[in-house]
């Protein structure tokens, strides 16, 4: 049998940078995603295979292999997951290094330590290929690395003794009361990726829709607003750590001023929740909501480029987009990645068109998205 599990990618909505400083965000799931399909082999294979197909790199180990550089791994499933010690890393380093990777790629090696640890830790050494494919660019912001952490441990549990799933269902199901699992499991193989992750990006993958989250407390909120943005990638990398300490530093110089800001982020946080919780009676009523997550956006976006996380790639699709009066703003930390742009309903697909044309001749990447969406979700191949 064959299982493929598929997690969406995620944005900040409102309160990135301010967040850091205690203040509250407001973070969504979007309708693109990273799929793992996980199928075992029969014993005799003797072999774990990763196809990571976006890229085209292909890896294998035998299984034998594998046994003697991770014997601590593999003993029975535990059902509470457990960190991926400093010694496991250097461990897992010496089986990624046999696969001969291609220094151009030596970034995603993170990916297949998470893969080997997460593998060996809920199914142990049953011999095994997963294929993974992902609609979500890698370092833009948009949670690739929290998406893959939630579809491979989604997949893997799936087929462990520990998830009591229905196989016999057919097309995409949700995990009902083990969805807190895949995310516990999916929270340590980010870890893998960021050293200290906040949780948010692997919650909002798992459960999909909105998050509220301030000083490390999360809030699951169900939007009633259909919305869907358009999401353009610079395709400029950013360097998040430095970005949050010339915020750091801004706030030191100018304690008073940077309050101010910080706080006037908040409040447009906090409006974007009761906005999208709130139900439109009517399309004008709709229409409105819109209209006012679209001034929120514009304000919010002001405020970041005064704390110094704009970059002029940003502010090229935001006066482009503003030709088209069409609000925008960064998501994630700036510096580059990527920039949202509320898409309303009267919009035209000709004009979103027209706009998409424009903003690639420039060497964006445009995707469009909708918001608040489903988290994680399983389909079993019966097939195979």
């Not at 029969?42 to 046994?67: C, H, Y």
């Not at 014997?71 to 535990?78: D, Y």
């Not at 016999?168 to 995310?183: M, P, T």
Request: glycine share 8%; aromatic share 6%; proline share 3%.
């Amino acid at each position: 049998m064959e299982v493929t599990a598929r997690a969406p990618g995620k944005i900040i909505l409102a309160g990135e940078h301010a967040v850091v400083h205690g203040c509250t965000a407001v973070a969504s799931s979007i309708d693109l995603y990273t799929s793992v399909s996980l199928r075992l082999c029969p014993e005799d294979e003797d072999t774990i295979k990763l196809q990571l197909n976006d890229i085209g790199l292909d890896f294998s180990w035998a299984i034998g292999r594998i046994k003697e550089v991770l014997s601590h791994l593999g003993s029975p499933f535990s059902s509470i997951p457990t960190s991926c010690s400093p010694e496991t890393v250097k461990s897992l380093a010496a089986l990624v290094d046999e696969q001969s990777f291609p220094e151009s790629k030596i970034g995603l090696a993170s990916a297949v330590y998470a893969f080997l640890w997460l593998y060996t830790s809920i199914l142990g050494f049953k011999p095994a290929t997963a294929v993974v494919s992902s609609e979500l660019p890698v370092g833009a912001g948009l949670g690739s690395s929290a998406a893959y952490c939630v579809a491979l441990s989604a997949a893997l549990l799936a087929l462990s003794d520990s998830a009591k799933l229905d196989v016999s269902q057919k097309g995409w199901f949700s995990f009902k009361s083990e969805a807190e699992l895949v995310n516990k499991w999916a929270f340590e193989g980010e870890k893998i990726f960021h050293g200290r992750p906040s949780g948010v990006d692997n919650s909002v993958s798992t459960f999909g829709n909105v998050i509220k989250f301030k000083s490390g407390v999360m809030t699951r909120i169900d939007s009633n607003m259909p919305l869907r943005m358009l999401i353009t990638n610079t395709k400029v990398g950013r360097d998040t750590k430095a970005l949050v300490a010339n915020v750091l530093a801004r706030k030191s110089r100018h304690p008073d001023a940077m309050c101010s800001v910080l706080n006037a982020i908040e409040a447009i946080s906090d409006e974007w929740s009761t906005i999208i919780q709130s139900h439109a009676v009517d399309d004008l009523c709709l229409s409105a909501n819109e209209e006012k997550l679209g001034e929120l956006m514009e304000m919010n976006q002001g405020l970041l480029f005064s704390i110094g996380v704009s970059h002029a790639s940003i502010e090229t699709i935001l006066r482009t987009t503003m030709k088209y009066k069409l609000a925008s703003k960064l998501t994630g930390a700036g510096g580059g990645g990527c920039v949202l742009t509320l898409l309303p309903t009267h919009v035209s697909g000709a004009v979103v068109d027209k706009l998409v044309e424009e903003l690639e001749s420039f060497g964006f990447q445009c995707f469009t998205a909708g918001i608040g969406g489903k988290g994680v979700q399983v389909s079993f191949d019966h097939s195979s």
